[in-house]
């Protein structure tokens, strides 16, 4: 079964710097996502790409977030400077049309010390 | 600001019986309403979808309702097994590509 894959699985990073995170979505899906979950609260949405360009975005994805699609495969989500508040598991999704039952990948956990 | 209510507390059940879970939000009915079943420390993984205009909706053990008067949707596992151990999530779908998820309510099988 095709699956969205997340990499690195894990990630610790120094507060103010840059982290990079990588997902590879299902390649026939047009719709791409982020989604986080703070340890305990619920999954938060953080922003939607479609046609190589934002569709939407949530007020926690702010100008210290940015996605990115490099190429046909890769989506990446980009957090600058980070804060000890952005230590969370990070998921990519993906949807073929929009309308559907979204598939995640198994997600980043990111820590921020 | 739309709220998305899922009983906090954990539902413990006998194998074999059938475990209900509620959803209830506030506010202005989504055109779809999404389950998905997380294990933790892993993603979501989506297991049934409703519209707005459909009263009812079953896959396999999974049976889920949707009453937009009541604001409400139910989600039933029948014959519940120790695998459907897991925290399961509702989610609001308005057609803008984002979903808005509730907190999700953790089932435990007891064998």
């Known amino acids: 079964e095709p699956e969205v894959t997340q990499t690195p699985s894990h990630q610790v990073t120094q507060m103010g710097q840059e982290v990079i995170l990588r997902c590879v979505p299902i390649?026939?899906?047009?719709?791409f996502y982020w989604y986080r979950q703070i340890l305990g609260q619920k999954v938060e949405f953080l922003v939607s790409?479609?046609?190589?360009?934002?569709?939407?975005k949530s007020e926690i994805f702010d100008d210290q977030f940015s996605v990115e699609r490099p190429d046909g495969s890769n989506f990446t989500l980009k957090i600058r400077s980070t804060k000890l508040e952005d230590s969370a598991m990070y998921f990519c999704?993906?949807?073929?049309?929009?309308?559907?039952?979204?598939?995640f990948g198994s997600g980043t956990r990111l820590t921020v010390v | 600001s739309q709220k998305i209510e899922q009983n906090s507390e954990a539902l413990n059940i006998q194998e074999g019986k059938t475990a209900t879970l509620t959803c209830n939000y506030t506010?202005?009915?989504?055109?779809?309403l999404q389950w998905y079943r997380q294990d933790p420390g892993r993603g979501p993984v989506f297991l049934l979808l409703?519209?707005?205009?459909?009263k009812e909706k079953r896959k396999e053990r999974l049976k889920v309702t949707f009453d937009t008067t009541l604001k409400q949707s139910l989600f039933h596992i029948t014959a519940s097994q120790p695998a459907d151990s897991a925290t399961y999530l509702c989610?609001?779908?308005?057609?803008?590509?984002?979903?808005?998820f509730g907190k999700g309510n953790q089932v435990v099988v007891i064998p």
């Open positions: 999704a993906s949807s073929e049309d929009g309308r559907g039952g979204y598939t």
């Open positions: 390649s026939n899906h047009l719709y």
């Open positions: 790409f479609y046609n190589n360009e934002i569709s939407e």
């Open positions: 506010n202005y009915s989504p055109a779809y």
């Open positions: 409703i519209r707005e205009n459909e």
């Open positions: 989610a609001l779908d308005y057609g803008n590509n984002r979903l808005a």
